[in-house]
Protein backbone atom coordinates (compact mmCIF):
# COMPACT_ATOMS: atom_id res chain seq x y z
CA UNK A 1 0.00 0.00 0.00
CA UNK A 2 1.51 3.29 -0.80
CA UNK A 3 1.56 5.81 1.79
CA UNK A 4 1.52 9.60 0.45
CA UNK A 5 1.33 12.73 2.72
CA UNK A 6 1.08 16.39 1.98
CA UNK A 7 1.37 19.11 4.03
CA UNK A 8 -0.75 22.51 2.52
CA UNK A 9 -0.31 25.34 4.34
CA UNK A 10 -4.11 26.21 5.48
CA UNK A 11 -5.99 23.37 4.00
CA UNK A 12 -8.82 21.50 5.89
CA UNK A 13 -6.85 18.03 7.30
CA UNK A 14 -8.56 15.32 5.15
CA UNK A 15 -7.87 11.43 4.50
CA UNK A 16 -8.99 9.75 1.11
CA UNK A 17 -8.36 5.99 0.96
CA UNK A 18 -8.21 5.16 -3.00
CA UNK A 19 -8.46 1.24 -3.75
CA UNK A 20 -9.22 -1.15 -5.94
CA UNK A 21 -10.68 -4.07 -4.01
CA UNK A 22 -11.59 -3.78 -0.07
CA UNK A 23 -9.11 -6.35 1.15
CA UNK A 24 -8.76 -7.07 4.80
CA UNK A 25 -5.88 -4.57 5.05
CA UNK A 26 -7.81 -1.34 3.08
CA UNK A 27 -10.63 -2.58 5.78
CA UNK A 28 -8.31 -2.56 8.65
CA UNK A 29 -7.01 1.24 7.74
CA UNK A 30 -10.47 2.59 7.53
CA UNK A 31 -12.13 0.90 10.11
CA UNK A 32 -9.29 2.64 12.03
CA UNK A 33 -9.56 5.95 11.01
CA UNK A 34 -13.79 5.33 11.33
CA UNK A 35 -12.76 4.54 15.10
CA UNK A 36 -14.08 1.36 14.67
CA UNK A 37 -10.38 -0.02 15.49
CA UNK A 38 -10.31 -1.40 18.65
CA UNK A 39 -10.76 -5.13 18.42
CA UNK A 40 -10.90 -7.25 21.84
CA UNK A 41 -10.38 -10.95 22.07
CA UNK A 42 -12.30 -13.38 24.62
CA UNK A 43 -14.07 -17.12 24.36
CA UNK A 44 -17.40 -18.15 22.65
CA UNK A 45 -17.66 -21.57 23.65
CA UNK A 46 -14.41 -23.00 23.30
CA UNK A 47 -13.70 -21.02 20.65
CA UNK A 48 -11.31 -18.09 20.73
CA UNK A 49 -12.83 -15.08 18.99
CA UNK A 50 -11.74 -11.69 18.33
CA UNK A 51 -14.70 -9.03 17.90
CA UNK A 52 -14.57 -5.45 16.81
CA UNK A 53 -15.79 -2.99 19.89
CA UNK A 54 -18.18 -1.19 16.78
CA UNK A 55 -20.28 -4.65 17.07
CA UNK A 56 -21.01 -4.42 20.86
CA UNK A 57 -24.60 -4.21 22.10
CA UNK A 58 -23.06 -4.15 25.63
CA UNK A 59 -21.13 -5.70 28.25
CA UNK A 60 -21.98 -7.24 31.24
CA UNK A 61 -19.94 -8.24 34.35
CA UNK A 62 -21.15 -11.30 36.49
CA UNK A 63 -19.62 -13.05 39.51
CA UNK A 64 -16.21 -11.19 38.05
CA UNK A 65 -16.50 -12.54 34.66
CA UNK A 66 -17.12 -9.99 31.98
CA UNK A 67 -19.64 -10.96 28.83
CA UNK A 68 -19.84 -9.11 25.58
CA UNK A 69 -23.23 -9.17 23.88
CA UNK A 70 -23.00 -8.68 20.05
CA UNK A 71 -25.84 -9.37 17.62
CA UNK A 72 -24.99 -13.18 16.97
CA UNK A 73 -22.63 -14.13 20.09
CA UNK A 74 -21.54 -13.83 23.58
CA UNK A 75 -17.85 -13.51 24.00
CA UNK A 76 -16.50 -14.04 27.77
CA UNK A 77 -13.83 -11.34 27.82
CA UNK A 78 -10.46 -11.36 29.62
CA UNK A 79 -10.46 -7.86 30.60
CA UNK A 80 -12.31 -6.22 34.10
CA UNK A 81 -15.28 -3.96 33.70
CA UNK A 82 -12.55 -1.46 34.62
CA UNK A 83 -10.22 -2.37 32.08
CA UNK A 84 -12.94 -2.10 29.40
CA UNK A 85 -13.53 1.22 30.33
CA UNK A 86 -10.77 2.64 30.41
CA UNK A 87 -10.40 0.64 26.56
CA UNK A 88 -13.63 1.58 25.44
CA UNK A 89 -13.09 5.42 26.08
CA UNK A 90 -15.14 6.64 23.40
CA UNK A 91 -18.24 8.97 23.90
CA UNK A 92 -20.93 5.87 22.36
CA UNK A 93 -19.81 3.71 25.11
CA UNK A 94 -22.06 4.27 28.18
CA UNK A 95 -21.28 3.31 31.78
CA UNK A 96 -24.66 2.09 32.85
CA UNK A 97 -24.75 0.89 36.17
CA UNK A 98 -22.06 -0.85 38.32
CA UNK A 99 -22.00 -3.80 36.11
CA UNK A 100 -22.58 -2.71 32.47
CA UNK A 101 -21.52 -0.73 29.86
CA UNK A 102 -23.99 -0.43 26.76
CA UNK A 103 -23.11 0.98 23.15
CA UNK A 104 -25.33 4.15 22.51
CA UNK A 105 -24.92 3.45 18.77
CA UNK A 106 -26.76 -0.22 19.45
CA UNK A 107 -29.52 1.54 21.03
CA UNK A 108 -32.96 1.17 18.92
CA UNK A 109 -34.97 3.08 21.08
CA UNK A 110 -35.43 4.33 24.92
CA UNK A 111 -38.38 4.78 27.25
CA UNK A 112 -38.85 7.13 30.36
CA UNK A 113 -39.43 4.61 33.84
CA UNK A 114 -40.63 6.42 37.22
CA UNK A 115 -38.18 8.09 39.25
CA UNK A 116 -36.36 9.35 36.71
CA UNK A 117 -35.15 5.75 35.24
CA UNK A 118 -34.85 4.83 31.68
CA UNK A 119 -34.98 1.35 29.75
CA UNK A 120 -33.02 1.24 26.60
CA UNK A 121 -34.15 -1.30 23.88
CA UNK A 122 -31.15 -2.35 22.60
CA UNK A 123 -31.20 -3.41 18.64
CA UNK A 124 -31.24 -7.11 19.38
CA UNK A 125 -34.20 -6.80 21.55
CA UNK A 126 -32.72 -6.75 24.96
CA UNK A 127 -34.29 -4.49 27.35
CA UNK A 128 -31.47 -2.68 29.65
CA UNK A 129 -32.43 -0.70 33.02
CA UNK A 130 -30.47 2.73 33.50
CA UNK A 131 -31.30 3.59 37.12
CA UNK A 132 -31.17 7.67 38.08
CA UNK A 133 -27.87 8.37 38.62
CA UNK A 134 -26.56 7.02 35.12
CA UNK A 135 -29.91 8.30 33.11
CA UNK A 136 -28.65 11.79 34.31
CA UNK A 137 -25.26 11.33 32.91
CA UNK A 138 -26.86 9.36 29.53
CA UNK A 139 -29.39 12.24 29.03
CA UNK A 140 -26.17 14.95 29.34
CA UNK A 141 -24.20 13.08 26.95
CA UNK A 142 -27.14 12.61 24.77
CA UNK A 143 -27.65 16.26 24.22
CA UNK A 144 -23.95 16.93 23.98
CA UNK A 145 -21.70 17.90 21.04
CA UNK A 146 -19.78 16.44 18.64
CA UNK A 147 -16.47 14.00 19.78
CA UNK A 148 -15.48 12.52 22.60
CA UNK A 149 -16.69 14.14 26.46
CA UNK B 1 -17.80 9.35 35.41
CA UNK B 2 -20.26 9.68 37.60
CA UNK B 3 -20.42 10.97 41.33
CA UNK B 4 -21.35 8.11 43.84
CA UNK B 5 -24.66 9.35 45.15
CA UNK B 6 -24.23 9.40 49.30
CA UNK B 7 -27.33 7.53 51.20
CA UNK B 8 -27.84 10.93 52.69
CA UNK B 9 -28.98 12.24 49.14
CA UNK B 10 -30.68 9.41 47.93
CA UNK B 11 -32.82 9.33 51.57
CA UNK B 12 -32.68 13.36 51.24
CA UNK B 13 -34.43 12.94 47.03
CA UNK B 14 -37.04 10.27 48.50
CA UNK B 15 -38.11 12.43 51.49
CA UNK B 16 -38.45 15.61 49.09
CA UNK B 17 -40.74 13.70 46.82
CA UNK B 18 -42.55 12.34 49.87
CA UNK B 19 -42.95 15.94 50.59
CA UNK B 20 -44.69 17.24 47.49
CA UNK B 21 -46.95 14.56 47.03
CA UNK B 22 -48.17 15.45 50.48
CA UNK B 23 -49.23 18.68 49.77
CA UNK B 24 -49.99 17.87 47.00
CA UNK B 25 -53.13 15.50 48.15
CA UNK B 26 -53.27 18.02 50.76
CA UNK B 27 -54.33 20.71 48.60
CA UNK B 28 -56.43 18.63 46.52
CA UNK B 29 -58.35 17.25 49.67
CA UNK B 30 -58.38 20.85 51.67
CA UNK B 31 -60.50 22.13 48.19
CA UNK B 32 -62.86 19.18 48.57
CA UNK B 33 -63.06 20.42 52.30
CA UNK B 34 -63.13 24.19 51.37
CA UNK B 35 -66.31 23.28 49.04
CA UNK B 36 -68.28 21.09 51.25
CA UNK B 37 -67.91 24.46 53.74
CA UNK B 38 -69.04 27.01 51.43
CA UNK B 39 -72.14 24.54 50.21
CA UNK B 40 -73.25 24.63 53.69
CA UNK B 41 -72.60 28.48 53.90
CA UNK B 42 -69.60 28.02 56.57
CA UNK B 43 -66.87 30.71 55.90
CA UNK B 44 -64.05 29.21 57.98
CA UNK B 45 -62.19 26.15 57.83
CA UNK B 46 -61.30 24.05 61.10
CA UNK B 47 -57.65 24.16 61.70
CA UNK B 48 -57.81 20.80 63.42
CA UNK B 49 -59.14 19.53 60.43
CA UNK B 50 -56.58 20.96 58.15
CA UNK B 51 -53.41 19.47 60.45
CA UNK B 52 -54.95 16.18 60.18
CA UNK B 53 -55.20 16.73 56.71
CA UNK B 54 -51.76 17.38 56.28
CA UNK B 55 -50.70 14.50 59.01
CA UNK B 56 -52.89 11.93 57.10
CA UNK B 57 -51.31 12.97 53.41
CA UNK B 58 -47.94 13.02 55.29
CA UNK B 59 -48.39 9.20 56.36
CA UNK B 60 -50.22 8.18 53.75
CA UNK B 61 -47.28 9.64 51.12
CA UNK B 62 -44.97 7.55 52.79
CA UNK B 63 -47.02 4.49 52.42
CA UNK B 64 -47.49 5.27 48.76
CA UNK B 65 -43.19 5.53 48.44
CA UNK B 66 -42.26 2.86 50.62
CA UNK B 67 -45.46 0.23 50.62
CA UNK B 68 -47.17 0.77 47.15
CA UNK B 69 -44.44 0.95 44.75
CA UNK B 70 -45.07 4.87 44.65
CA UNK B 71 -48.21 3.83 42.17
CA UNK B 72 -49.71 7.01 41.18
CA UNK B 73 -46.21 7.44 39.12
CA UNK B 74 -46.68 4.08 37.70
CA UNK B 75 -45.97 2.96 34.79
CA UNK B 76 -47.46 -1.07 35.19
CA UNK B 77 -49.99 -1.54 37.22
CA UNK B 78 -49.07 -4.73 39.68
CA UNK B 79 -50.97 -6.08 42.72
CA UNK B 80 -49.07 -3.71 45.12
CA UNK B 81 -50.03 -0.66 42.77
CA UNK B 82 -53.76 -1.48 42.93
CA UNK B 83 -53.54 -2.73 46.59
CA UNK B 84 -52.16 1.15 47.10
CA UNK B 85 -54.76 2.78 45.07
CA UNK B 86 -57.68 0.81 47.33
CA UNK B 87 -55.80 0.76 50.93
CA UNK B 88 -55.20 4.69 50.17
CA UNK B 89 -58.61 6.06 48.63
CA UNK B 90 -60.18 3.90 51.57
CA UNK B 91 -57.87 5.34 54.46
CA UNK B 92 -58.29 9.00 53.34
CA UNK B 93 -62.48 8.04 53.09
CA UNK B 94 -62.50 6.41 56.30
CA UNK B 95 -60.35 9.15 58.10
CA UNK B 96 -62.76 11.87 56.98
CA UNK B 97 -65.71 10.08 58.38
CA UNK B 98 -64.06 9.21 61.51
CA UNK B 99 -62.91 12.80 62.35
CA UNK B 100 -65.74 14.21 61.40
CA UNK B 101 -64.41 17.00 58.28
CA UNK B 102 -67.63 16.56 56.33
CA UNK B 103 -69.92 16.41 59.43
CA UNK B 104 -70.12 12.53 59.21
CA UNK B 105 -72.17 12.95 55.84
CA UNK B 106 -72.52 9.41 54.45
CA UNK B 107 -72.95 11.47 50.86
CA UNK B 108 -70.25 13.96 51.27
CA UNK B 109 -68.11 11.22 52.35
CA UNK B 110 -68.72 9.10 49.39
CA UNK B 111 -68.07 12.11 46.81
CA UNK B 112 -65.14 12.55 48.63
CA UNK B 113 -63.95 8.71 47.63
CA UNK B 114 -65.42 9.47 44.22
CA UNK B 115 -63.00 12.55 44.09
CA UNK B 116 -60.19 11.00 45.26
CA UNK B 117 -60.41 7.94 42.71
CA UNK B 118 -60.39 10.91 40.36
CA UNK B 119 -57.48 12.21 41.79
CA UNK B 120 -55.20 9.68 41.53
CA UNK B 121 -56.18 8.78 38.19
CA UNK B 122 -55.60 11.94 37.00
CA UNK B 123 -52.20 12.64 38.73
CA UNK B 124 -51.25 8.76 37.10
CA UNK B 125 -52.41 10.25 33.78
CA UNK B 126 -50.66 13.48 34.35
CA UNK B 127 -46.89 11.50 35.01
CA UNK B 128 -47.87 9.32 32.36
CA UNK B 129 -48.30 12.11 29.58
CA UNK B 130 -45.15 13.67 31.10
CA UNK B 131 -42.75 10.15 30.44
CA UNK B 132 -44.55 10.10 26.97
CA UNK B 133 -42.95 13.68 26.01
CA UNK B 134 -39.68 12.55 28.15
CA UNK B 135 -39.94 9.15 25.88
CA UNK B 136 -40.09 11.97 22.77
CA UNK B 137 -37.23 14.16 23.86
CA UNK B 138 -35.48 11.06 24.76
CA UNK B 139 -35.41 9.11 21.24
CA UNK B 140 -35.23 12.57 19.32
CA UNK B 141 -31.73 13.16 21.05
CA UNK B 142 -31.18 9.55 20.89
CA UNK B 143 -31.55 10.03 17.13
CA UNK B 144 -29.57 12.99 16.77
CA UNK B 145 -26.52 11.53 18.84
CA UNK B 146 -26.83 8.75 16.25
CA UNK B 147 -26.76 10.75 13.28
CA UNK B 148 -24.11 12.84 14.72
CA UNK B 149 -21.83 9.66 14.66
CA UNK B 150 -22.57 8.58 11.47
CA UNK B 151 -21.80 12.12 9.65
CA UNK B 152 -18.08 11.84 11.84
CA UNK B 153 -17.91 8.71 10.67
CA UNK B 154 -18.51 9.56 7.09
CA UNK B 155 -16.33 12.43 7.22
CA UNK B 156 -13.43 10.64 8.45
Redesign the interface.
Known amino acids: MKLTINQIKGAEPQ ?1 SVTYDEMTPEVERVIDL ?3 NHLRLTGKSGDETVVISAATILYIESVDDKTFAYTSDKVVQLKYSLAAL ?1 EMLND ?2 FF ?1 CSKSMILN ?2 K ?1 E ?7 NR ?1 DATMKGGEHILITR ?2 A ?2 L ?1 R ?3 GG ?2 HE | MNKKVSLWERYLTREIGIEFKSCLYFFAILFYYCMYRLVNHTYTADILHMTEMILLCYVIGYAQVYLFHNFDEAWRFGTAEILGFIVCTAVYTVASYLFGWLDHSIGWTIGLLVYIVLLYICVIFIYDTKRKIDDKELNKNLELFQARREADEDEI
Do not use: M
Open positions: VLKGTIRRIDIRLKSLPSITYTERRLQRG
